[in-house]
């Protein structure tokens, strides 16, 4: 043990000077993280960009690491004869493990102990930080694998990257003759078997690797080691063109997300009051859209019972359409309501007694359906059944903030301040800068999510809007385009909301009055807050949809 901690140490200090560059490299990436978040300025999307690019540029040369591997392997050559490690008593495995034991230090414990303050400082859960600290690894054992495999038959720098070059270059090349062969083969690849044979020809790839490695340091065969990587290649390529046996990968996790999805829904049913009732169903086409292209089905409802200061807001929504001969289509449903968040706000200081607001909310289902389904809908109605998670929402907390680059106010695993504040004539522009936890893992959830329509839980936004001193809502503010980056499992994104003074009845200017309560407004965060979730199923039998319409 004390002869392997010695050769830790021995290549740790002859790494030391690429080692604080390397660091630095991590921590450079981080400052400008940490730049994007704290920048007071006001639309400035040059900086955004160049700050952007910059921890982009960062973190790619993070990955000349790899140098650092062949530098650290290479320091007791495993090609050759000459090597000075063989005239000592050290065995190959020893050297190994020695080798091993020292890349774990560079590559799993430094940048994880660099990052860590990042991540502190924004704000993640132990358990995001676990993700993000595991997600970090995985991305930079990636490069240690790599470089372990060329580093390990070559017996220089030089010959170290022509090979890395090689076999980089080799990777596309290969995709797209596998590609090529799939298709002069008439091949068609069901999206399970497709990810099974991706998966396998990974894992075989990086057994086939640790094989190689290990055959290299405890035999020093070069020219065996070489046949090994070209046989593993070959395997590679068969299993994507032959690989006969589904995984059913896409399956198993597209039902994992669902069962969480599901598990997330309340027993519960609509609260005490509230109706739900279908009014019609028709389907939109597009003027200029193909005949065999999907289209759109709308499902109008009226609900009933809705108090006018609260409105739903939907989470899960699945719906089916079924015949009786078996024949099935079913996908996820968005929503169109016509209520919003901005007309909470203006309807909280009105008498809700009135007639007009007790009026049912109008609430439209929408679902984009193959054409053959269609079709067959507007000749034969069908069984339409709509599962739907609904929260009723209320307005929460509102709060004034200072018309001016302020401190960051955090919510759950959300991060927000307001990064800069210009007031120019009828116009203000307040930029925005939000930050929150960006796992890899939560990217693939989400899209799954997507596929599925089975949305997340409803979480509470927040808002920002001018308000004039008594109370009233003078604009909710525009929103511009959203930049966003990603910085060490964090993604940073910028928005600049424009507000403008009221204008006059029939006039393209607003009045000067309009202006001046423009620059006595109050920018306020408003927060909103779930009275309750429940389930609600909406079933039509059946369902007769109105003749196809062009938008």
Same mark, same amino acid.
């Given at each position: 043990?004390?002869?392997?901690?010695?050769?830790?140490?021995?290549?740790?200090?002859? $790494?030391?000077?690429?080692?604080?560059?390397?660091?630095?490299?991590?921590?450079?990436?981080?400052?400008?993280?940490?730049? $994007?978040?704290?920048?007071?300025?006001?639309?400035?999307?040059?900086?955004?960009?160049?700050?952007?690019?910059?921890?982009?540029?960062?973190?790619? *040369?993070?990955?000349?690491?790899?140098?650092?591997?062949?530098?650290?392997?290479?320091?007791?050559?495993?090609?050759?004869?000459?090597?000075?490690?063989?005239?000592?008593?050290?065995?190959?495995?020893?050297?190994?493990?020695?080798?091993?034991?020292?890349?774990?230090?560079?590559?799993?414990?430094?940048?994880?102990?660099?990052?860590?303050? /990042?991540?502190?400082?924004?704000?993640?859960? *132990?358990?995001?930080?676990?993700?993000?600290?595991?997600?970090?690894?995985?991305?930079?054992?990636?490069? =240690?694998?790599?470089?372990?495999?060329?580093?390990?038959?070559?017996?220089?720098?030089?010959?170290?990257?022509?090979?890395?070059?090689?076999? &980089?270059?080799?990777?596309?090349?290969?995709?797209?003759?596998?590609?090529?062969?799939?298709?002069?083969?008439?091949?068609?690849?069901? !999206?399970?078997?497709?990810?099974?044979?991706?998966?396998?020809?990974?894992?075989?790839?990086?057994?086939?690797?640790?094989?190689?490695?290990?055959? +290299?340091?405890?035999?020093?065969?070069?020219?065996?080691?070489?046949?090994?990587?070209?046989?593993?290649?070959?395997?590679?390529?068969?299993?994507?063109?032959? %690989?006969?046996?589904?995984?059913?990968?896409?399956?198993?996790?597209? !039902?994992?997300?669902?069962?969480?999805?599901?598990?997330?829904?309340?027993?519960?049913?609509?609260?005490?009051?509230?109706?739900?009732?279908?009014?019609?169903?028709?389907?939109?086409?597009?003027?200029?859209?193909?005949?065999?292209?999907?289209?759109?089905? %709308?499902?109008?409802?009226? =609900?009933?019972?809705?108090?006018?200061?609260?409105?739903?807001?939907?989470?899960?929504?699945?719906?089916?359409?079924?015949?009786?001969?078996?024949?099935?289509?079913?996908? /996820?449903?968005?929503?169109?309501?016509?209520?919003?968040?901005?007309?909470?706000?203006?309807?909280?200081?009105?008498? $809700?007694?009135?007639?007009?607001?007790?009026?049912?909310?109008?609430?439209?289902?929408?679902?984009?359906?193959?054409?053959?389904?269609?079709?067959?809908?507007?000749?034969?109605?069908?069984?339409?059944?709509? +599962?739907?998670?609904?929260?009723?929402?209320?307005?929460?907390?509102?709060?004034?903030?200072?018309?001016?680059?302020?401190?960051?106010?955090?919510?759950?695993?959300?991060?927000?301040?307001?990064?800069?504040?210009?007031?120019?004539?009828?116009?203000?522009?307040?930029?925005?800068?939000?930050?929150?936890?960006?796992?890899?893992?939560?990217?693939?959830?989400?899209?799954? !999510?997507?596929?599925?329509?089975?949305?997340?839980?409803?979480?509470?936004?927040? +808002?920002?809007?001018?308000?004039?001193?008594?109370?009233?809502?003078?604009?909710?503010?525009?929103?511009?385009?959203?930049?966003?980056?990603?910085?060490?499992?964090?993604?940073?994104?910028?928005?600049?909301?424009?507000?403008?003074?009221?204008?006059?009845?029939?006039?393209?200017?607003?009045?000067?009055?309009?202006?001046?309560?423009?620059?006595?407004?109050? &920018?306020?965060?408003?927060?909103?807050?779930?009275?309750?979730?429940?389930? +609600?199923?909406?079933?039509?039998?059946?369902?007769?949809?109105?003749?196809?319409?062009?938008?």
């Amino acid at each position: 043990m004390n002869l392997t901690c010695h050769i830790v140490k021995k290549d740790l200090r002859a $790494l030391r000077w690429p080692l604080v560059v390397w660091v630095a490299l991590i921590a450079a990436k981080l400052v400008m993280g940490v730049m $994007l978040l704290t920048s007071d300025t006001t639309g400035d999307t040059e900086l955004f960009e160049t700050l952007n690019g910059l921890s982009k540029l960062l973190a790619g *040369l993070e990955f000349l690491g790899i140098v650092l591997v062949a530098v650290l392997i290479q320091e007791d050559m495993l090609v050759g004869t000459t090597a000075f490690w063989v005239t000592r008593p050290i065995s190959g495995a020893r050297l190994l493990a020695a080798k091993l034991l020292g890349l774990g230090v560079v590559f799993v414990v430094l940048p994880v102990l660099v990052t860590l303050p /990042w991540w502190l400082g924004c704000h993640l859960s *132990l358990g995001a930080m676990v993700g993000a600290a595991l997600e970090t690894i995985g991305l930079h054992l990636l490069v =240690v694998v790599l470089g372990l495999l060329m580093a390990t038959v070559t017996d220089g720098l030089g010959r170290f990257m022509l090979w890395v070059v090689a076999l &980089l270059a080799a990777i596309p090349l290969l995709g797209a003759s596998i590609a090529f062969c799939l298709s002069r083969m008439n091949a068609v690849v069901p !999206s399970d078997l497709a990810t099974t044979r991706l998966a396998l020809g990974a894992g075989v790839a990086l057994l086939g690797a640790a094989v190689v490695i290990i055959h +290299q340091f405890l035999t020093r065969r070069i020219w065996r080691s070489v046949s090994m990587i070209g046989a593993t290649l070959a395997v590679v390529v068969l299993i994507e063109l032959v %690989w006969p046996f589904s995984w059913r990968i896409d399956s198993h996790w597209n !039902s994992f997300l669902a069962h969480q999805a599901e598990q997330a829904w309340p027993a519960g049913t609509a609260p005490a009051g509230l109706t739900f009732t279908t009014t019609g169903a028709e389907i939109r086409r597009r003027a200029d859209a193909k005949p065999d292209r999907p289209v759109q089905l %709308w499902v109008n409802c009226l =609900v009933g019972g809705v108090p006018a200061d609260q409105m739903l807001v939907p989470a899960v929504s699945n719906y089916t359409l079924s015949w009786a001969d078996g024949v099935t289509d079913e996908g /996820w449903s968005g929503f169109h309501f016509d209520r919003s968040f901005d007309t909470l706000l203006t309807r909280r200081k009105l008498d $809700l007694t009135k007639e007009e607001f007790k009026r049912p909310a109008f609430v439209r289902a929408t679902q984009v359906i193959p054409a053959r389904i269609a079709n067959r809908l507007a000749q034969e109605p069908a069984v339409y059944t709509l +599962q739907t998670r609904f929260s009723l929402v209320a307005v929460g907390t509102i709060e004034p903030v200072p018309s001016a680059p302020g401190r960051r106010v955090v919510y759950g695993v959300v991060g927000e301040r307001v990064a800069g504040v210009e007031k120019e004539g009828e116009v203000m522009a307040v930029t925005l800068v939000r930050h929150r936890p960006a796992l890899i893992s939560y990217y693939l959830a989400e899209m799954g !999510s997507y596929v599925l329509g089975a949305g997340t839980n409803w979480s509470p936004p927040t +808002q920002y809007v001018l308000m004039s001193k008594a109370g009233d809502v003078l604009d909710a503010g525009d929103g511009g385009p959203m930049r966003t980056s990603r910085v060490a499992s964090v993604e940073v994104t910028w928005e600049t909301r424009t507000y403008r003074a009221m204008k006059a009845n029939g006039s393209a200017k607003p009045r000067w009055e309009a202006i001046e309560a423009l620059e006595a407004a109050d &920018l306020t965060r408003v927060s909103y807050r779930s009275l309750g979730s429940f389930t +609600q199923t909406i079933k039509v039998d059946p369902m007769v949809v109105s003749a196809p319409a062009r938008n």
